[in-house]
């Protein structure tokens, strides 16, 4: 079983930037591929960034690239979404999701993964 908590979401201008986190507890982290997703009212959760479990495999929304950057630290069991350049058409609940996987593989379907986290709200004004 792993939990996983967002935090770092709030409310920030156009062109700012948010940096979330994704703390994991439960099993070997190191052994799990990571992802981040988000989801508007009235919309299905869409994807947003990927990274396997190394972080050496990365992988980005053409909606985020450029300006979203995914990351990991193992030895601290997070994984971050750095958010730069920020739109109002970012403004979600962002969440982030795990699956047990040590290959080199990153995933970026939902079915994909097998825990997720409560959210995390991101609001940006224009």
């Known amino acids: 079983q792993v939990q996983l908590v967002e935090s770092g979401g709030g409310l920030v201008q156009a062109g700012g930037s948010l940096k979330l986190s994704c703390a994991a507890s439960g099993r070997a982290f190191s052994t799990y591929a990571m992802g981040w997703f988000r989801r508007t009212p009235g919309k299905v959760r869409e994807f947003v960034a990927a990274?396997?479990?190394?972080?050496?495999?990365?992988y980005y929304a053409n909606s985020v690239k450029g300006r979203f950057t995914i990351s990991r630290d193992n030895a601290k069991n997070t994984c971050y979404l750095q958010m730069n350049s920020l739109k109002p058409e970012d403004t979600a609940v962002y969440y982030c999701?795990?699956?047990?996987?040590?290959?080199?593989?990153?995933?970026?379907?939902?079915?994909?993964?097998?825990?997720w986290g409560q959210g995390t709200q991101v609001t940006v004004s224009s």
């Open positions: 999701a795990t699956v047990y996987s040590s290959s080199t593989y990153y995933y970026t379907n939902e079915d994909d993964y097998d825990y």
């Open positions: 990274v396997n479990w190394s972080g050496g495999r990365l």
